[in-house]
């Protein structure tokens, strides 16, 4: 069965550092890999998808990801953050026979500081 | 373009009741996808419906159910309320049963079951 860990359930950092996101999954199949964001009493927005090819991802906000299949890890970077980019992330997995369900980790609370 | 609408955005219930919630997917979008996100066990597949086709199912109990209208709208039905059924219910639309199109989500049905 397929699975996501997010390690840090909080992520405190000051504005205009860069920070790093942990994902690591599980699944006997290939996979699809997503990142989302949820503000506050918001839904869920993507930032980024692996579907296939390059292992390095360029999504919105500045944000990029980073696929490696032999630690079957899909980490979140952004080089500079800003206090807008205080919420919840959560990476996504789905397998590529099963497309339209996605196994959602615990989520990272990402919070800037300035 | 209008994004998806879910309503309503806040509802109170009383323990054993029923309720029934909405949602709009985005033009042209056939695929409707249903989350339960709750502090405890975060986010969680309910239901995927596809051209009014339940297509995959999540762990949930049977007082859980769904549909999907001939014009891709969905409703899910939660029977004999209980409390840890409150919760941020998400739903999510796309234009195809695949992961090549993007999933969009709602802003949500927030419950709150007392």
């Known amino acids: 069965a397929q699975s996501v860990t997010q390690l840090d359930s909080q992520v405190p950092v000051f504005e205009e550092a860069p920070v790093e996101l942990r994902c690591n999954y599980s699944?006997?199949?290939?996979?699809?890999l997503f990142w989302y964001v949820q503000y506050p009493n918001q839904g869920l927005q993507l930032l980024l998808k692996?579907?296939?090819?390059?292992?390095l991802v360029k999504g919105i906000n500045g944000f990029e990801a980073e696929f490696n299949k032999s630690q079957t890890s899909f980490h979140l970077r952004k080089p500079s953050v800003h206090i807008s980019d205080t919420a919840e992330y959560f990476c996504a997995v789905s397998e590529s026979g099963n497309t339209d369900k996605l196994i959602f980790g615990t989520g990272t609370r990402l919070q800037v500081f300035p | 373009k209008a994004g998806v609408t879910q309503t309503p955005r806040y509802l109170i219930k009383t323990r054993g009741q029923q309720v029934t919630l909405s949602c709009s997917p985005i033009?042209?979008?056939?695929?409707v996808s249903w989350y339960q996100q709750t502090p405890g066990q975060g986010l969680q597949f309910l239901f995927e419906y596809f051209s009014e086709t339940q297509r995959n199912k999540g762990n949930f109990p049977g007082r859980f159910s769904g549909r999907q209208f001939s014009n891709s709208r969905s409703e899910m039905n939660v029977s004999t309320l209980e409390l840890g059924d409150s919760a941020l219910y998400l739903c999510?639309?796309?234009?195809?049963?695949?992961?090549?199109?993007?999933?969009?989500f709602g802003q949500g049905t927030r419950l709150t079951v007392v």
């Open positions: 999510a639309s796309s234009r195809e049963f695949t992961m090549n199109t993007e999933a969009f």
């Open positions: 692996y579907l296939s090819g390059s292992t």
């Open positions: 699944s006997s199949v290939s996979v699809y």
């Open positions: 033009s042209g979008h056939r695929s």
